[in-house]
């Protein structure tokens, strides 16, 4: 029986580790091509959690016979992230998905109010969790609108990370939430332009999962104590149930779904 993303071909940016490993193998499992991209093909042996363990993904997708690519990517350079773009088209023919994934969270010395924030941290944590997101939705958008129609109809879907920090403050993360934020209504304001050119534009925001990107936070066990107590469900996220999510924002069950920033939290934005 075909996937829900049966041929269908897909970049993943920060594919190599945590949330965009994870939708990169998820995708791959409903029938996509991936384009994995990302600095280096494994994840950062310094902070690895034990779902990262074993081959580079792009590998691990080859290993269970779906079609994968790794390249080089990295997000905050213009020409790089327009040259995985032309990478996935050259390899498989077109573009079908861009999950505008990579991110990151500076906090190296635990969170920081915002009178303590320094301009490297601001200005690293924009480039890449904000303008690296508008680069991967401008160079796809750009391939997609001089491709022909999927035979679904639609002409694209693009799937942005953005996070519930995105939708809520949270003490100590100005940057990061910031930063996020500006995901949700890039999501939204492109949504309405490309419409009526069949590109869907949403956006996943996940609450706090357990990936290499909040080990620095869940290694100490009162800290994770106290963020688990936050989410309703009574449970850190994992990558698996953003996945997830990201598998129905990229299929045709979303067909009537566009500029939704999609809380995936365990309940946290409810209260």
């Known amino acids: 029986m075909p996937g829900r993303l049966q041929d ?11 949330l965009g490993r994870a939708i990169a193998l998820a995708y791959s499992a409903e029938g996509a091509h991936v384009v994995c991209a990302d600095l280096v093909p494994n994840a950062r042996m310094d902070v690895v959690i034990d779902q990262e363990q074993g081959k580079p993904t792009h590998e691990e997708i080859g290993k269970s016979g779906g079609k994968s690519i790794f390249v080089k990517t990295d997000v905050g350079d213009v020409e790089s992230v327009e040259s995985v773009v032309q990478a996935a088209v ?6 079908d998905i861009m999950v505008n994934n990579a991110g990151i969270a500076i906090m190296k010395d635990g969170l920081k ?14 480039l890449i969790n904000s303008t690296g997101v508008f680069y991967g939705c401008r160079a796809a958008i ?20 953005a996070s519930m920090l995105g939708l809520v ?15 949700v209504l890039m999501t939204k304001s492109i949504a309405l332009e490309y419409a009526p050119h069949k590109i869907h534009c949403n956006c996943l925001c996940p609450g706090f999962v357990n990936s290499a990107m909040i080990k ?27 996945a997830r999510a990201a598998v129905f924002l990229a299929s045709e069950d979303a067909a009537w779904v566009t500029g939704v920033p999609l809380p995936v939290d365990g309940g946290y934005t409810a209260q």
């Open 8 to 18: 269908k071909v897909a970049i993943v940016t920060g594919s190599s580790s945590g």
């Open 90 to 95: 050259q390899e498989y023919g077109r573009l």
């Open 113 to 126: 109010l915002t009178h303590e924030e320094s301009d490297d941290t601001w200005n690293r944590t924009m």
């Open 142 to 161: 750009k391939q997609m609108m001089k491709q022909d129609l999927h035979p679904s109809g639609d002409r694209g879907w693009i799937v942005n990370t």
């Open 169 to 183: 403050g949270f003490a100590g993360a100005t940057a990061y939430a910031a930063s996020k934020g500006s995901v």
């Open 216 to 242: 620095l936070l869940t290694d100490d066990k009162a800290t994770q104590d106290h963020l688990t107590a936050h989410h309703p469900w009574g449970r850190l996220g994992e990558p698996r149930d953003v």
